[in-house]
Nanobody, 126 residues
Framework: LQLVESGGGSVQAGGSLRLSCAAS????????KGWFRQASGNEREGVAA????????RYADAMKGRFTISQDNAKNILYLQINSLKPEDTAIYYC????????????????????WGQGTQVTVSS
């Protein structure tokens, strides 16, 4: 299974971006999918996650309202819509997938994901 992110870039504060994550190879093995980010000097943090079945989504408290995770299972693409971007959203954004079940309460635990993309840089200027 390979995950490839795209859609990052440099934007001004207040702008929007839609990140995409295309999955290939054994994509039917994905049970849960998520977005994570890591800013320079910071630890990786969970942003949003979703079950492949669409049964549930989970957002980090700080991400609620501006971030929306969605998926197109027919195309094996995971999306992250980010609105009202802020300079503190500057980070490398990674998508991840898990081949095993993850409890909903743990969907933002990166350690439970076993497939990762290479990341896409998002830079927000004030």
């Amino acid at each position: 299974l390979q995950l490839v992110e795209s859609g990052g870039g440099s934007v001004q504060a207040g702008g929007s971006l839609r990140l995409s994550c295309a999955a290939s190879g054994y994509s039917d093995r994905m049970d849960s999918k998520g977005w994570f980010r890591q800013a320079s000097g910071n630890e990786r943090e969970g942003v949003a996650a979703i079950y492949s079945s669409g049964y549930a989504t989970r957002y980090a408290d700080a991400m609620k309202g501006r971030f929306t995770i969605s998926q197109d299972n027919a195309k094996n693409i995971l999306y992250l819509q980010i609105n009202s971007l802020k300079p503190e959203d500057t980070a490398i954004y990674y998508c991840a997938a898990s081949s095993g079940p993850i409890p909903a309460v743990s969907l933002l635990a990166g350690s439970l994901y076993n497939y990762w993309g290479q990341g896409t840089q998002v830079t927000v200027s004030s």
